[in-house]
């Protein structure tokens, strides 16, 4: 699996074609995992790599210090279990104050830059600044960066959402 650890090594690092999970991807859990596959599943069909792009940190530690949640599981951990899935490139970069001023339309620029051919994410998903984005822009923009769009639902057991905050508590 290569890791790629900042926003300039990805704009530098000549990929292939990939379908790509976005997240942060704190837990690693079957939410997690099934928008993961959905992008494995579509990279498989079209002979692109799996890429997994995600957060060395917690974003809430930059946005709101105070309020950052406990890690489920640990940076080795989580690079472990998404090799253990199948992810051939792994971008686990730092979240900044330069990353959480990255307008949507930049972020979804530099994917399409990268190579990304698909794009999958839960439901809830939001990106930009301010998390401006959500899913609704996301397969508008889609056309325009022509990539395809792969909306994972949330994941429930018993009733209860499968979400890293109610795995916390």
Do not use: W
Not at 24 to 31: C, E, N, R
Not at 61 to 75: F, G, N, Q, T
Not at 102 to 107: I, L, Q
């Amino acid at each position: 699996m290569q890791i790629i650890s900042s926003i300039d090594q990805l704009k530098n690092t000549k990929l292939g074609y990939s379908a790509c999970a976005l997240g942060t991807f704190d837990g690693i859990h079957l939410g997690h995992q099934d928008v993961i596959n959905a992008a494995k599943n579509f990279a498989k069909a079209k002979g692109y790599q799996l890429m997994v792009f995600t957060f060395s940190n917690h974003p809430m530690s930059k946005i709101m210090p105070e309020l950052v949640p406990e890690r489920i599981i640990d940076r080795p951990t989580k690079i472990k279990l998404l090799q253990n899935l199948g992810v051939d490139v792994l971008v686990n970069i730092p979240f900044n104050q330069a990353f959480a001023q990255m307008s949507g339309a930049e972020f979804l620029h530099m994917l399409h830059a990268a190579g990304v051919k698909a794009v999958a994410v839960g439901e809830n998903y939001t990106y930009g600044a301010g998390g401006l984005g959500n899913v609704q822009t996301l397969k508008a923009a889609g056309k325009a960066y022509d990539f395809t769009v792969l909306v994972s639902k949330l994941l429930t057991l018993k009733r209860e959402v499968i979400s890293s905050t109610h795995i916390r508590k």
